[in-house]
């Protein structure tokens, strides 16, 4: 449905927006930031310190509201994001990932890069009309966001985990009613 950067640019706001949604921050420290950061693979460069880590936490709000967001809303908030940071696209090809777009310097601060990648992700998502795609876990215990990227666009939970526990709980419900 989507470019494949697009898709993981999604994945990645989605992961980013889940680190806040839990009873326990998931993005505590610095080396947490630094582990989340090499696991989606973000480039450019990084200050490694609290006033990056502070400014990737006050992103997440902001980020979450893109699940909630009417069409209006969520371009109001795409449009916020590009202005702030000077977005200018470009095409670029690095580390074994063929042309796709940066829209930030690699120099620009973390949280910029990631609300602009963020940002241009959406502006797909919106144009496709496929803000539906967008869902809250249907999990009774759980808050975390998701990106449905199936083809019949029937992905309801944010994990398996979430997936199998309501299903057990379903069928215990039915065999204690019958």
């Known amino acids: 449905m989507f470019a494949h950067d697009t898709e993981i640019a999604l994945a990645a706001t989605a992961a980013l927006v889940n ?3 839990q009873s326990q921050e998931q993005l505590p420290d610095v080396a947490a930031l630094d582990a989340f950061v090499e696991q989606w693979r973000w480039t450019g460069d990084r200050t490694h ?3 990056e880590l502070e400014a990737v936490h006050a992103l997440r709000p902001r980020l979450a509201r893109l699940w909630e967001a009417s069409e209006d809303e969520a371009v109001e908030i795409v449009n916020g994001m ?3 940071a000077d ?3 470009q095409l670029v090809r690095h580390d074994g990932w063929d042309y796709h777009i940066h829209a930030t310097s690699p120099h620009a601060p973390l949280a910029d890069r990631m609300a602009v990648d963020t940002a241009m992700a959406f502006t797909e998502v919106i144009r496709l009309k ?4 967008l869902r809250i876990c249907a999990a009774d215990d759980c808050v975390d966001v998701l990106v449905d990227l ?3 666009s029937s992905r309801r939970f944010c994990d398996t985990a979430c997936g199998n526990r ?3 709980a379903a069928y215990r419900r039915r065999r204690s009613a019958g």
């Open 19 to 21: 680190t806040g949604r």
């Open 49 to 51: 310190d609290d006033a």
């Open 82 to 84: 590009l202005r702030e």
């Open 87 to 89: 977005a200018l696209p």
């Open 130 to 133: 496929a803000l539906d795609r």
């Open 150 to 152: 199936s083809k019949n």
């Open 166 to 168: 309501m299903n057990v």
